[in-house]
């Protein structure tokens, strides 16, 4: 399967902004956004953004699909779930992106950053409803109950990022740290996901 392998920390230049995706070290003296807070490459420190609404709707989807670590063909299979269901589409797409396994992983504290959360989980450490589950995209629900393996509880990085964990006190969720377990008390309002992005930006972009 395709996948990023370049530097993440120009993902972040690219956007103009911190998108968290090095856990702890994005907090650091060592971040590459604030040592250098241009866009990368040759011309990035003279590049004009131009504000045209194009590039606005371009720009808001891969901030988004770099947030959630989603590839093009992937984010765009997301649109179109999202598009077919009841409600708002954006607020739909962020629903799903919300409830995959590997990004539920990180926001209740087992990891440090949604790319290690994704690698813990393809390594087969966590379970959903006592049931080993490697697949990162899972889509949990509401009432699923996500652990700790037995064999990995001891690992190091889980406890260390419960140490340091510094993500939000999310009313849709519920985490036991003793027990190493947490689960999915309801769907993800908008209001209560802490993700800086203008979804409607990129339904206009899709329904052009």
Same mark, same amino acid.
């Given at each position: 399967m395709a996948r990023y392998i370049g530097s993440v920390c120009k993902l972040c230049r690219r956007e103009g902004e911190k998108l968290i995706l090095k856990g702890e070290r994005c907090y650091s003296e060592k971040c590459a956004f604030d040592r250098r807070g241009y866009a990368p490459g040759q011309h990035g420190q003279t590049l004009r953004r131009r504000g045209s609404e194009y590039r *606005?709707? !371009?720009r808001e989807k891969q @901030? /988004? +699909?770099r947030i959630y670590g989603i590839l093009e063909r992937q984010f765009s299979n997301y649109f179109k779930k999202a598009d077919k269901q009841k409600g708002i589409t954006g607020e739909n797409l962020? +629903? /799903?992106l919300e409830c995959r396994l590997d *990004? !539920?992983?990180y926001r209740l504290g087992f990891s440090p950053s949604r790319n290690s959360a994704r690698q813990l989980v393809r390594h087969g450490h966590f379970t959903v409803n006592q049931k080993k589950n490697n697949i990162p995209s899972y889509q949990v629900k509401p009432g699923d109950i996500i652990s700790v393996r037995e064999k990995s509880r001891n690992l190091e990085i889980i406890h260390a990022a419960l140490k340091e964990a +510094?993500? =939000?006190d999310l009313p849709y969720l519920r985490v036991d @740290? =003793? @027990?190493l377990l947490g689960e999915l008390l309801e769907w993800p309002k908008r209001t209560d996901i802490p993700v800086l992005a203008q979804e409607q930006l990129v339904v206009e972009l899709y329904s052009k």
């Open positions: *606005n709707q !371009l @901030k /988004m +699909r962020l +629903r /799903m *990004n !539920l992983v +510094r993500g =939000a @740290k =003793a @027990k």
